[in-house]
């Protein structure tokens, strides 16, 4: 299973959604992309790739089946998910890879460079966010996917929805918590907690 992102920063959602979907899968292993930039989202993550790296690896420590690929990263670039998906393929021949994905992925898959070529190629993994706001945006979201993919693809899609719910944390949410001076306990790994303090990262004007 192949999870990427940002992780600006990682939070306990993106923790919760791994080990619930290696455990409805029955998945014993997790490889963890974080971006150097994405290529769907203008603008270059608020905090640089070494630190985000290096809170991945904080908040993972103590995630077992859980390994990280840096490739993206020293990469020093933005990389489409199609071509890591290759590497990884061809560096394990005869292997099933599946893809987890958020909510608000799943949305744009369509507008991925070759987003159908993954929905074709891989299994992909959807976790949906806990709470009735979110089953309401989920039901919105299957509405615009349903607008996008002929009916063997949304079958596909539709499968790869994991019935397991996780906390509805944002990034985002966090980014802005911090620039307005507002606590993130229980957000975020106390170890996470504790970098981004040392480091002063998304403090209002910091990036």
Same mark, same amino acid.
């Given at each position: 299973?192949?999870?990427?992102?940002?992780?600006? %920063?990682?939070?306990?959602?993106?923790?919760?959604?791994?080990?619930?979907?290696?455990?409805?899968?029955?998945?014993?292993?997790?490889?963890?992309? %974080?971006?150097?930039?994405?290529?769907?989202?203008?603008?270059?993550?608020?905090?640089?790739?070494?630190?985000?790296?290096?809170?991945?690896?904080?908040?993972?420590?103590?995630?077992?089946?859980?390994?990280?690929?840096?490739?993206?990263?020293?990469?020093?670039?933005?990389?489409?998910?199609?071509?890591?998906?290759?590497?990884?393929?061809?560096?394990? %021949?005869?292997?099933?890879?599946?893809?987890?994905?958020?909510?608000?992925?799943?949305?744009?898959?369509?507008?991925?460079?070759?987003?159908?070529?993954?929905?074709?190629?891989?299994?992909?993994?959807?976790?949906?966010?806990?709470?009735?706001?979110?089953?309401?945006?989920?039901?919105?979201?299957?509405?615009?996917?349903?607008?996008?993919?002929? %009916?063997?693809?949304?079958?596909?899609?539709?499968?790869?929805?994991?019935?397991?719910?996780?906390?509805?944390?944002?990034?985002?949410?966090?980014?802005?918590?911090?620039?307005?001076?507002?606590?993130?306990?229980?957000?975020?790994?106390?170890?996470?907690?504790?970098?981004?303090?040392?480091?002063?990262?998304?403090?209002?004007?910091?990036?």
């Amino acid at each position: 299973m192949i999870f990427g992102g940002s992780f600006d %920063p990682v939070h306990l959602g993106h923790t919760a959604m791994l080990t619930a979907a290696m455990e409805a899968v029955g998945s014993a292993h997790v490889v963890v992309v %974080p971006a150097y930039q994405s290529p769907h989202k203008p603008d270059h993550p608020a905090a640089p790739a070494h630190h985000r790296l290096a809170m991945l690896r904080l908040a993972l420590a103590d995630v077992p089946g859980v390994s990280i690929c840096e490739d993206e990263i020293n990469s020093g670039r933005a990389v489409y998910t199609y071509d890591t998906l290759q590497r990884i393929r061809a560096a394990n %021949p005869g292997r099933r890879i599946a893809l987890l994905i958020g909510l608000d992925q799943l949305a744009a898959l369509h507008r991925w460079y070759r987003g159908a070529d993954i929905a074709r190629e891989v299994q992909v993994l959807m976790v949906p966010r806990a709470g009735a706001a979110n089953a309401g945006n989920e039901s919105a979201v299957w509405q615009e996917v349903q607008r996008h993919w002929p %009916p063997e693809v949304l079958e596909r899609l539709r499968a790869g929805r994991l019935a397991v719910d996780v906390p509805g944390i944002s990034s985002t949410d966090i980014r802005r918590r911090m620039a307005s001076g507002h606590p993130m306990t229980g957000l975020v790994h106390p170890a996470v907690e504790q970098y981004i303090f040392m480091h002063q990262l998304y403090a209002a004007g910091s990036y």
